[in-house]
């Protein structure tokens, strides 16, 4: 069976800090991988996709940026985090299979900027 | 502009009561539309899926509806438990897939919470 992992579970970060957060996939090769964001009260927002290793689409500008160096690795990372970047960071996957692919997301990581 | 529209924003019933949960979108075109269950603090989780060809979906005591025509959806769950206390997301897949999820449209989701 397949699973996702995501760690840390959860980080606080001050201003400025740099970041790094980690999503690795089990059980199935070549998936599409995927970052979102959650904002309190707000819906998913999605970060970047990969559809294969080195391959990443940005969504949304921002100083976020994500990596893929693994076929089932990927990597979010910021250079200098902002008090907007606090929110719960999703990883999740898909077989890449057509649109009624099911996306399987991870348990997350709870992210708080001071 | 593509949205989707979820109410209540957030529901209170009692444990074992019935509930209903809508989704109103304005995705054009349309491929599919799911449903995810979220457990505070954690990853979002798929109940149904249905595509433009069907109507109803059950997962257990969870029967997703969709009205194609009217671009309406609804989540009814029956019996009520403790463990349905969550958020309810209603995702939308325009009909333009090119080779990843990328381009899913998210509502903001409808908080249930069950009470004993």
């Known amino acids: 069976s397949q699973t996702i992992h995501q760690w840390p579970a959860t980080l606080v970060q001050p201003v400025g800090s740099p970041l790094s957060l980690e999503c690795t996939v089990e059980?199935?090769?070549?998936?599409?991988l995927y970052w979102y964001r959650q904002a309190a009260g707000r819906g998913l927002q999605l970060l970047f996709y990969s559809v294969g290793i080195g391959q990443i689409s940005s969504e949304v500008p921002q100083n976020l940026s994500a990596s893929r160096p693994q076929d089932r690795q990927f990597i979010l990372s910021s250079k200098k985090l902002l008090l907007s970047d606090s929110g719960f960071y999703l990883c999740?996957?898909?077989?890449?299979?057509?649109?009624?692919?099911?996306?399987?997301f991870g348990p997350g990581t709870r992210l708080t900027v001071l | 502009k593509n949205q989707v529209e979820q109410s209540p924003q957030s529901l209170i019933i009692l444990e074992g009561k019935n509930c209903t949960l809508q989704?109103?979108?304005?995705?054009?075109?349309?491929?599919?539309l799911r449903w995810y269950k979220q457990d505070t603090g954690r990853g979002p989780v798929s109940l149904t899926i249905?595509?433009?060809?069907?109507n109803t979906k059950s997962n257990g005591r969870y029967t997703a509806t969709l009205d194609a025509d009217t671009k309406q959806s609804s989540l009814h769950i029956t019996a009520s438990q403790l463990s349905d206390s969550a958020s309810y997301i209603c995702?939308?897949?325009?009909?333009?897939?090119?080779?990843?999820?990328?381009?899913?449209?998210f509502g903001k989701g409808t908080k249930l919470s069950v009470k004993p």
């Open positions: 989704c109103n979108y304005t995705v054009s075109p349309f491929s599919n």
């Open positions: 249905m595509t433009f060809s069907e």
């Open positions: 995702v939308v897949s325009p009909g333009n897939y090119g080779g990843s999820q990328g381009n899913l449209i």
């Open positions: 999740a996957w898909s077989r890449g299979q057509g649109a009624t692919d099911t996306q399987y």
């Open positions: 059980g199935t090769s070549n998936p599409n």
